[in-house]
């Protein structure tokens, strides 16, 4: 069963009222099994997005829903950010440092 870490960012970390949380998943998960659990527990999580649609990295890169999820994956939920520049500083500080550019969250 994977463990997995999920950050929330943003609005995301408003509406859930927290920064970080893990989730043990059953066999084979996919990301749309980790955000159909998420919106479950925080139903607010729809509410956004219905306005816009959240970016999902995995491991420091987008993911897809049908992506499966593995032990110790780290997923991030956020809103859209625009300019290139900003992601890449928003991905520095969500992970801690320059590391995460190079080998992911």
């Given at each position: 069963?994977?463990?997995?870490?999920?950050?929330?960012?943003?609005?995301v970390?408003?509406?859930?009222?927290r920064?970080e949380?893990?989730?043990?998943?059953?066999?084979?998960?996919?990301?749309?099994?980790?955000l159909?659990?998420i919106r479950?527990?925080?139903?607010?999580v729809?509410?956004?997005?219905?306005?816009?649609?959240?970016?999902?990295?995995?491991?420091?890169?987008?993911?897809?829903?049908?992506?499966?999820?593995?032990?110790?994956d780290?997923i991030?939920?956020?809103?859209?950010?625009?300019?290139?520049?900003?992601?890449?500083?928003?991905?520095?500080?969500?992970?801690?440092?320059?590391?995460?550019?190079r080998?992911?969250?």
């Open positions: 069963m994977p463990r997995v870490s999920v950050r929330y960012l943003a609005a970390a408003d509406y859930t009222g920064k949380e893990e989730f043990e998943l059953p066999d084979g998960a996919t990301v749309k099994d980790l159909d659990v479950e527990k925080y139903p607010r729809a509410e956004i997005e219905k306005r816009f649609p959240l970016l999902i990295l995995r491991n420091g890169v987008n993911a897809k829903l049908g992506d499966r999820l593995g032990d110790g780290r991030a939920l956020l809103p859209p950010v625009s300019g290139g520049g900003c992601l890449n500083s928003l991905l520095i500080i969500m992970c801690g440092g320059a590391r995460c550019l080998g992911g969250l």
